[in-house]
């Protein structure tokens, strides 16, 4: 019920908004027919995207034991901090990305894509180096011992969010410039292969196969977006300042290594401790290395907004 009624309040508020932009008295009531019709597009690259997220977990569930498919499920919801963050990034870029592209404007097209990609990877390499580094620990803090034997697994599918990172916005950079049949093609594509995949590994692999999979599902979507936008609009989701984010990424490696030469009796105190370290070292060498123009504008941005929230 609790979820009945926040969709429900939902529904209500977005209704408010969308009857205020293209109701009657609005003066374009004409408009949203066309944007029903894109929707419609939108929605269903949307569904598959997400089926393709929930695929896996489905099918482990019909092949593999209550107790691996528990297993599955628990390690899978981290997942949703780096879902969370690169959806934090897509919704302050895209009124960037659509302005730019209504204007023309490529240089700030290609501004918009690569900081939301670069920041993403901010955000996100810290966790995914202390996941990969003691992913027996994290599962036994957040789910406990009964969880655990699975740190491998949990591994493989922290990749396949870090390649999902890796390239940003890319849904964005295709709906916001209009191309959204192609994203559609490049979901529907990679559902039908991510599902098949899942079919013949997860008989064979058990829960590495579903693992495996998935990563697939995340770099065969990330590539066709990638080309399908350098190929639309001559722009990639990288350039040379990401190197400084790699530099600090080996920094933090080195540091959660040396992190876990000491003993901490506990799971939790090891996890904590190195995590701390981790975004401690990784935005320490950022700093030194220095922010650029575009990094200044972004957290100025930031300030701005959360400012706005406590009322300053």
């Known amino acids: 019920w609790a979820v ?3 969709f429900a309040g939902g529904l209500l508020v977005a209704f408010r908004y969308a009857w205020q932009l293209y109701g009657r008295g609005s003066g374009r009531p004409s408009q949203a027919a066309a944007v029903m019709r894109s929707s419609l597009v939108i929605a269903a690259a949307t569904g598959f995207a ?12 019909y092949f593999l034991s209550e107790a691996e498919t528990g297993q599955y499920q628990a390690i899978s919801v981290f997942a949703i901090f780096f879902v969370t963050v690169l959806s934090a ?15 023309n404007a490529k240089p700030a097209l290609a501004e918009a894509y690569q900081l939301s990609t670069r920041w993403g990877l901010y955000l996100a390499a810290p966790a995914a180096l202390v996941l990969w580094a003691v992913p027996e620990q994290a599962i036994q803090v957040v789910f406990g011992d009964q969880y655990a034997g699975v740190g491998t697994v ?7 969010q870090m390649v999902n990172l890796l390239t940003g916005p890319v849904d964005h950079m295709l709906i ?4 959204t049949r192609v994203w559609l093609a490049i979901t529907l594509t990679m559902f039908l292969l991510n599902a098949g995949l899942n079919l013949i590994w997860i008989p064979q692999w058990g829960l590495s196969g579903a693992a495996w999979a998935t990563v697939a599902g995340f770099a065969g979507t990330s590539l066709l977006a990638v080309l399908a936008i350098r190929r639309l609009h001559g722009i990639w989701p990288y350039k040379p300042s990401l190197v400084k984010g790699l530099m600090a990424i080996t920094i933090s490696t080195v540091i959660i290594w040396l992190g876990r030469q000491f003993p901490i009796a506990g799971a939790f105190p090891q996890f904590m401790t190195l995590a701390l370290l981790a975004y401690l ?15 200044r504008k ?7 907004s959360f400012a706005s929230l406590g009322g300053g």
Not at 91 to 103: E, F, L, R
Not at 298 to 304: E, S, V
């Open 281 to 295: 070292a990784f935005f320490l060498s950022i700093r030194w290395l220095g922010l650029s123009d575009a990094d």
């Open 298 to 304: 972004l957290l100025a941005l930031l300030r701005h």
């Open 50 to 61: 997400t089926l393709m997220l929930l695929t896996d977990r489905i099918l482990v569930g």
């Open 4 to 6: 009945v009624l926040s």
């Open 154 to 160: 949990l591994v493989v599918l922290t990749l396949a």
């Open 176 to 179: 916001m410039a209009g191309h």
């Open 89 to 103: 990034f897509k919704t302050i870029v895209a009124p960037m990305i659509s302005n730019a592209h209504a204007g």
